[in-house]
């Protein structure tokens, strides 16, 4: 019989951490991230670094709801620790007279290092950010093979 892969999912690991994080579980979804990890939202020129930062970000973003729920729409291993996600969100503001409910779609790219989220990038371009999961994919899997070939 072979031997099972000792890999995570990374698939079923991000789908966790986003669902824990869509219940509000900070504690939860923070212990998916190493303690250096980086979360970029370039759009925003937003770049924070470290649990202290990301936790911040995550508590003041999801106090700002009332409601808030995601549906995850697809979720893609490209290899070499990169994982694509597109998450669908529908959060109900605190507060505010029009009550609006807001409907948006995100999309990360995740990169686990040794079973932990070492950067999280968010986008609001499906396109921009598929290409830019795929691009970091070849560029980690390059790196590994000069890696391996220099150590073989």
Same mark, same amino acid.
């Given at each position: 019989m072979p031997d099972a892969s000792t890999s995570p999912d990374l698939v079923e690991l991000t789908?966790?951490?986003? +669902? $824990?994080?869509?219940?509000?579980?900070?504690?939860?979804?923070?212990?998916?991230?190493?303690?250096? &990890?980086?979360? +970029? $939202?370039?759009a925003l020129g937003t770049s924070l670094v470290g649990l202290t930062a990301i936790r911040g970000f995550l508590e003041d973003w999801l106090g700002a709801f009332e409601e808030? *729920? !995601? *549906?995850? =729409?697809? $979720?893609?291993?490209l290899g070499s620790g990169v994982v694509f996600a597109v998450v669908q969100t529908d959060a109900l503001p605190l507060g505010g007279a029009s009550r609006t409910r807001l409907r948006e779609v995100f999309v990360y790219v995740v990169v686990w290092s040794e079973g932990e989220v070492s950067r999280v990038t968010a986008y609001a371009d499906i396109? @921009?950010?598929? !290409?830019? &999961? =795929?691009?970091?994919? *070849? @560029?980690a899997a390059d790196v590994r093979g000069v890696r391996d070939r220099r150590s073989g």
């Open positions: 789908r966790r951490s986003l +669902e $824990v994080g869509a219940l509000r579980d900070i504690d939860g979804g923070i212990r998916f991230f190493a303690h250096d &990890a980086v979360w +970029e $939202v370039p808030f *729920e !995601i *549906e995850l =729409k697809e $979720v893609l291993d396109d @921009e950010a598929r !290409i830019a &999961a =795929k691009r970091l994919a *070849e @560029e």
